[in-house]
């Protein structure tokens, strides 16, 4: 199926013609892209050809080149360029494609589209790997970049200040995530820890029953984590985590108070993580989401 990404943009159309048709800022805010580069032409009648490329990481660079092929203004005002793509690089899944962008307005803002599609290399392998990752996470990463482009239009969010904001709030996400599951997995679930079963043993109507105890708070820990990962865009969660720790911190406190004296205990590392719930919160602010955007044309399922 050809990738379909669409989304409102509260912005003039010239304006954000511009910014999607000048090399230096398309690359700003389109993760697909880490270089877009014009090639000269002896005249205007030849279709525009440009270079590409997009870093993977490690080092590794994949190049490729591409054409428009036209680009017209209907009396409506809508706007279509077309285009088409390929890679000589062996390295590039992608082979050749094509596709437009469109730029429709409507009395709330210009419906930003594109819809493009691709051939890839590699026989059945390529074909399947296709299919099960790179054509998702292209799609992906062609909506998040639409959205960063209308953070930058509508809210003057510059696309550098959303990468680091979204590269935060995903360090925030997983290093909490992380605890959590190890906490309820490791100490409790798996092992059960000495000190922890000393501090259920406090508590009298739980006589003879901790270890089934402490294998449900176990439970309830590692659901905590999949749920902060699960419920990316949750405040409400990160609220709950700085609650939580506040409450599970003077409970051992009172149950236990000599584990405060001892290194890395429950102060330092409650302390860590209602930090980084606090850094959560903050960066939690205008973050681009690929949610923002149609995945199919208007009639399809989404």
């Known amino acids: 199926m050809p990738i379909y990404v669409e989304i409102l943009i509260r912005a003039d159309i010239d304006y954000l013609w511009h910014y999607t048709q000048t090399p230096d800022i398309h690359e700003c805010w389109d993760l697909r892209f880490s270089r877009i580069e014009y090639l000269?032409?002896?005249d205007d009648s030849q279709p525009q050809q440009f270079l590409y490329s997009t870093m993977i990481g490690f080092g590794m660079t994949i190049r490729g080149k591409g054409e428009s092929v036209g680009s017209r203004e209907e009396k409506t005002g809508c706007r279509t360029s077309a285009l088409k793509f390929w890679s000589d690089d062996p390295r590039s899944l992608i082979q050749t494609g094509s596709g437009y962008w469109q730029y429709i307005p409507t009395p709330d803002g210009i419906r930003f589209l594109t819809r493009y599609?691709?051939?890839t290399r590699f026989?059945?392998?390529?074909?399947?790997?296709d299919r099960a990752v790179f054509r998702r996470l292209l799609g992906w990463a062609t909506a998040w970049s639409f959205d960063r482009l209308r953070l930058w239009l509508e809210k003057?969010?510059?696309?550098?200040?959303?990468?680091e904001r979204s590269v935060v709030h995903c360090l925030v996400r997983v290093s909490l995530a992380v605890i959590w599951i190890y906490q309820g997995l490791v100490p409790k679930l798996?092992?059960?820890?000495?000190?922890?079963?000393r501090m259920l043993q406090r508590v009298r109507i739980l006589h003879g029953v901790e270890p089934t105890v402490l294998n449900i708070v176990g439970?309830?820990?590692?659901?905590?984590?999949?749920?902060l990962m699960l419920r990316w865009d949750s405040r409400k969660l990160l609220v709950l985590n700085i609650l939580l720790l506040v409450v599970l911190g003077v409970a051992a406190f009172i149950s236990q108070p000599l584990m405060f004296v001892a290194p890395f205990n429950p102060f330092t590392l409650n302390l860590a993580m209602i930090v980084l719930s606090i850094a959560g919160l903050v960066s939690a602010h205008d973050?681009?989401?690929?949610?923002?955007?149609?995945?199919?044309?208007?009639?399809?399922?989404?």
């Open 219 to 227: 439970i309830v820990e590692v659901v905590f984590g999949c749920l």
């Open 156 to 163: 003057g969010i510059e696309p550098a200040i959303s990468l």
């Open 287 to 302: 973050l681009p989401t690929a949610k923002s955007c149609r995945r199919a044309p208007p009639g399809n399922p989404t």
């Open 190 to 197: 798996l092992f059960h820890n000495v000190a922890e079963l």
């Open 123 to 129: 026989g059945m392998l390529g074909r399947v790997c």
């Open 117 to 119: 599609n691709y051939d």
């Open 40 to 42: 000269p032409r002896t």
